[in-house]
């Protein structure tokens, strides 16, 4: 076995107990876990459960998905040649466009009598990605979700404000039943009416807002402007994903309405909300290893990269039944550490995912995310917490233009605008070394998100 194909997170890092010292000036107290017993689970153990699952899904989906039978044929690998983990490498991936191509349920293990609930993503060019879940896959996935939100912070009799959108998008009923089972209130808000929201999060007392960061830095807004002190409020947690955001953007917000901002990854392909997400530690998003297999790649070569190395996840569903998922290639770009947590947790923790890589801008042979830009703009004196790219092409070369928007701090005038955009400018070429073209924009100019930001206007020739 080329040793350079197991996968990492396969070592199991030899410590008896997960350490549960605090560190210094932490409580002694343990976190509060919604199942304990599989979140602590020894990593040798939760190792054996997952091979022992992978191969029953193995099974499953070979018998029941005509494209999952014919790849793992071509690959010549049967469920049953699977003895260990490191055999994962053998399988075939699958990706985005199968789902396309199979719309809308060319890809179901189960016929559609035993699905209870499907969700779509909209997908900017051509067919919608369908998704479907029978009754054990929504249970699994409100498991998962109230999993995620007591790793957060919550905790039963909470008041949980779910801001993320209701309807075919994931983000909002995988919110919402995740906190009915986890003991919580929800209030089921979905996103826009932001003047409302911030009404209802102060009167009905709200300790945890579910929504997209760059929605929360909406309302954080519409909570100043209208004079209400969320910083005085019952909030405490925030939980906030569906987009790639910055350590920048985390201060920002938690400073605007005084909680802590966590971070929680998911995809509907692979289920929804509740894949991955941050314990109080805020120190990578544990990723719900009895549940799904994680592997970083190198995007090019397929290979493991080492582990804390950045390349693609891959996710492999462990326990789904209408849509079980072999190797699916995620595009996000993310590193990965099985070292033990504070927080007792002993599931891998995947750092913040910086963009996909099909978000990547080669801007005259420099490569940049929309993250990295965001990194930079925010906390830049006189420049709100709001932008967007256009990306244009002009002759052969990508030229990258950055809107961003003035405080009203910044002052008025031609002037004042002319020498903020030279300082933006001039910020992202000496941080991120690209030539940008930057416009400044009036306050309250740059669109506002209701959900998930579009951060990039691609205006290059199809
Ligand atoms: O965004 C599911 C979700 C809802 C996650 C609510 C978290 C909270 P999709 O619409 O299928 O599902 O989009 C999935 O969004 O592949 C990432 O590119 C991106 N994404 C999701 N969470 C994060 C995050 C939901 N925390 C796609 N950081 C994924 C960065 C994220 N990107």
């Known amino acids: 076995m080329n040793a350079m194909l197991v996968p990492r997170y396969a070592k199991v890092h030899h410590r008896a107990k997960p350490s549960r010292a605090p560190a210094p000036g932490r409580s002694k107290e343990k976190p509060f876990m919604f199942d304990e017993a599989a979140e602590t689970m020894p990593r040798e153990k939760l190792l054996r459960l997952q091979l022992r699952r992978l191969r029953a899904m193995l099974e499953d989906a070979c018998n029941r998905v005509p494209l999952h039978r014919k790849r ?35 890809m179901f293990a189960r016929p559609h009598e035993q699905l209870s609930r499907l969700h779509a993503s909209s997908g900017t060019t051509g067919k919608p990605t369908v998704v479907g879940y029978t009754h054990n896959d929504l249970a699994t996935w409100a498991d998962l979700m109230a999993r995620s939100l007591a790793c957060a912070g919550a905790r ?15 983000g909002g009923l995988g919110a919402h039943y995740g906190a009915e089972r986890l003991g919580a209130t929800v209030v089921p808000m979905s996103g826009g009416a932001t003047e409302r929201q911030v009404v209802l999060l102060k009167d009905f007392g709200a300790r945890v807002l579910c929504s997209t960061p760059s929605y929360a830095l909406n309302i954080a807004e519409v909570a100043e402007r209208d004079g209400v002190d969320l910083r005085r409020s019952k909030l405490a947690i925030g939980v906030f994903g569906a987009e790639p955001w910055s350590e920048g953007m985390r201060r920002e917000i938690q400073i605007r309405l005084g909680l802590k901002a966590i971070d929680i990854y998911g995809l509907s392909e692979i289920m929804g909300p509740g894949v991955a997400i941050e314990c109080e530690a805020q120190a990578g998003l544990h990723g719900w290893e009895d549940h799904f297999l994680f592997e970083v790649l190198d ?17 492999t569903t462990l326990t789904k039944e209408a849509l079980p998922m072999i190797r699916y290639r995620t595009r996000d770009i993310t590193r990965a550490t099985t070292e033990p947590c504070n927080c007792g947790r002993t599931h891998l923790r995947l750092k913040r995912i910086t963009g996909r890589n099909d978000d990547m801008l080669i801007i005259r042979g420099v490569n940049v995310y929309p993250s990295q830009i965001e990194s930079v703009l925010i906390g830049l004196p006189d420049i709100a917490p709001h932008y967007q790219l256009v990306v244009e092409r002009k002759g052969n070369l990508d030229e990258l233009g950055v809107e961003v928007e003035a405080m009203a701090s910044a002052g008025t005038g031609e002037d004042v605008y002319r020498a903020l955009a030279e300082r933006v400018r001039y910020q992202i ?34």
């Open 72 to 106: 793992m044929k071509a690959a010549r690998v049967r469920p049953e040649d699977v003895r260990s983990l490191e055999d994962l490498a053998r399988l075939p991936y699958t990706v985005k466009t199968d789902l396309r191509d199979h719309y809308p349920f060319g």
């Open 156 to 170: 039963p009799g909470d008041v949980i404000h779910n801001a993320y959108g209701y309807g075919l998008f994931t």
């Open 299 to 315: 995007a090019e070569t397929g290979t493991p990269v080492p582990e804390g190395h950045a390349g693609e996840l891959v996710i």
């Open 429 to 462: 070429k000496s941080l991120i070394g690209v030539t940008t073209t930057v416009t400044v924009k009036k306050p309250g100019e740059v669109p506002r998100s209701q959900g998930k930001a579009v951060r990039v206007r691609d205006l290059r020739p199809k």
